[in-house]
């Protein structure tokens, strides 16, 4: 069973679309995270999630949206895309609290075009 | 404001040879380390992580780190390094509810 999954693997799309990530984790995890890693590998916390509350929001333009259904989803929706969207988005749980291992997803490629 | 450094973007060893890689913290009290590892094309792997006590940690895949209080570090090291250990390998930083990600470190490992 995977443990943290996100769909699509990859998404093409062109500047102005609107566009959603899907992350699933079935570990009973009360917190997730979404990270975005640009062309030099560089990770960048965007949100975070515990229990479907908001308690990380990086400076992220208002175009991206995160939306937690339940504790063991959080979706990424983004609006009027852009070229410097392009990026690896992760998706990662954890138990919460202080110095807890957090679980990644593979990854959601996102190519604008 | 709190960061972790990974002096190396890159570095190349041969196989069989040991390999240290550099990670430095900056926050007042110790944070709590990770190291992760980055294959191509896949999402980022616990290796091991220093809570408290022994300063010398066992990770999976051969690895290990020391962490070192005086010198605000917390390198990792395998002794004989193996082709399969090419990646990307990122040192973290957890304090509270953030987690503060090095830059990370590219491994190439040639034959």
């Known amino acids: 069973d995977t443990a943290v999954s996100q769909t699509p693997k990859y998404l093409v799309t062109q500047m102005g679309n609107d566009k959603s990530i899907k992350c699933e984790q079935n570990?009973?995890?009360?917190?997730m995270y979404w990270y975005k890693q640009d062309s030099k590998k560089f990770l960048k916390i965007m949100f975070s999630?515990?229990?479907?509350?908001?308690?990380i929001n990086e400076t992220v333009p208002n175009r991206f949206s995160p939306k937690s259904p339940d504790k063991a989803h959080l979706n990424l929706h983004i609006n009027s895309l852009e070229l410097g969207d392009s990026a690896v988005y992760f998706c990662?749980?954890?138990?919460?609290?202080?110095?807890?291992?957090?679980?990644f997803g593979p990854g959601t490629r996102l190519t604008v075009t | 404001a709190q960061s972790v450094t990974q002096p190396d973007i890159h570095i190349t060893v041969s196989e069989g040879a040991s390999l240290e890689l550099r990670c430095n913290y900056s926050?007042?009290?110790?944070?709590?380390l990770f190291w992760y590892v980055q294959s191509p094309g896949q999402g980022l792997q616990l290796l091991l992580k220093y809570f408290s006590g022994d300063t010398l940690v066992q990770g999976i895949k051969g690895f290990e780190a020391e962490f070192k209080r005086s010198q605000s570090s917390f390198n990792l090291r395998k002794p004989s390094v193996h082709w399969s250990d090419a990646a990307e390998y990122f040192c973290?930083?957890?304090?509270?509810?953030?987690?503060?990600f090095g830059t990370g470190t590219s491994l190439t490992v040639i034959p």
């Open positions: 999630y515990n229990n479907k509350e908001l308690i």
């Open positions: 926050y007042g009290a110790t944070p709590y």
């Open positions: 973290v930083a957890n304090t509270g509810n953030q987690f503060y």
């Open positions: 570990l009973g995890h009360d917190t």
């Open positions: 990662a749980s954890s138990q919460g609290g202080l110095g807890v291992e957090q679980y």
